[in-house]
């Protein structure tokens, strides 16, 4: 009897297959907001390359690939502060940050999806919430210089209706605004809004613009355990995702 109940509140509340919600299910929205590094694309090995490659020019080490995954997540201004430090926290001097950054634009825009591969779950996930009628945004840290051509390399650039990059709004993930700007893009309130990420930058922003935030478990998380996150539930893919997703609300 015990066990019968318990396996009816576990799926009501989608605890299956992987998945781990905190709120009923389905979960009711007019529009969905993707994350890009991380949650649709393991980008991790060209964004290292580009990161080590600046350090080889500027006569400095290279770092564990580990180290400079967990660097990633605030855009490329911050992962040029920590590559050039090699401290999470680090700042790097303004002269030496620039000379970075040229570096890094130059070799990052020659090998940008060379080596990244699109998740499993992703073209599938993203073709059921289209499918189901709700709208799709992409919000990223990523420049918007790189965005663009990554999502047409890996085919994934018709599925937005709005994209907001790095480089779309004042401030960046984790502040709210990125977030907001999408919504008011879409039309649709930040309360019809789901977000989807794999970082504390993800969860934090949809935290402070009031909307619901899932989250994957096999991004990048700045070193951090990504079941700690304040979000509504980890997803193991976006097709799980997508199957209690339903428009509406
Ligand atoms: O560019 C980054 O640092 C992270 O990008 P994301 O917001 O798509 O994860
Ligand atoms: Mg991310």
């Keep these: 009897m015990l066990h019968h109940l318990k396996n009816a509140i576990q799926r ?79 700042r790097a001097e303004p002269a030496l940050l620039a000379r970075g950054m040229a570096i890094f634009a130059r ?4 090998i940008n999806g060379d080596q990244t591969t699109v998740y499993p779950g992703v073209r599938a996930g993203l073709d059921a919430l289209l499918a189901e009628g709700l709208k799709l945004a992409l919000v990223t840290n990523k420049p918007a210089q790189f965005t663009e051509p990554l999502l047409l390399k890996k085919s994934l650039l018709n599925y937005f209706d709005v994209i907001v990059t790095g480089n ?55 070193g951090q355990d990504t079941r700690q996150l304040d979000v509504d539930g980890i997803v193991p893919n976006l097709l799980q995702a997508a199957q209690v997703i339903r428009l509406g609300g």
């Design 12 to 90: 009501a509340l989608g605890q299956t297959q992987g998945l781990s919600l905190r709120l009923p299910t389905p979960l009711y929205a007019q529009a969905v907001l993707l994350d890009l590094d991380g949650t649709l694309v393991d980008s991790a090995p060209d964004l290292v390359a580009a990161a080590n490659s600046v350090r080889i020019e500027l006569g400095l080490p290279t770092l564990p690939f580990d180290t400079v995954v967990n660097y990633v997540g605030k855009g490329a201004e911050s992962l040029l502060h920590r590559t050039l430090t090699g401290d999470l926290a680090g």
């Design 107 to 110: 070799v990052y825009s020659e």
């Design 168 to 222: 779309s709004c004042a401030h960046k993930k984790p502040h709210p605004e990125p977030l907001l700007f999408a919504c008011q893009e879409l039309g649709v309130a930040p309360t019809a809004a789901i977000a989807i990420g794999d970082s504390l930058n993800d969860a934090q922003a949809a935290r402070a613009a009031n909307m619901r935030v899932l989250a994957v478990p096999y991004g990048y998380n700045e």
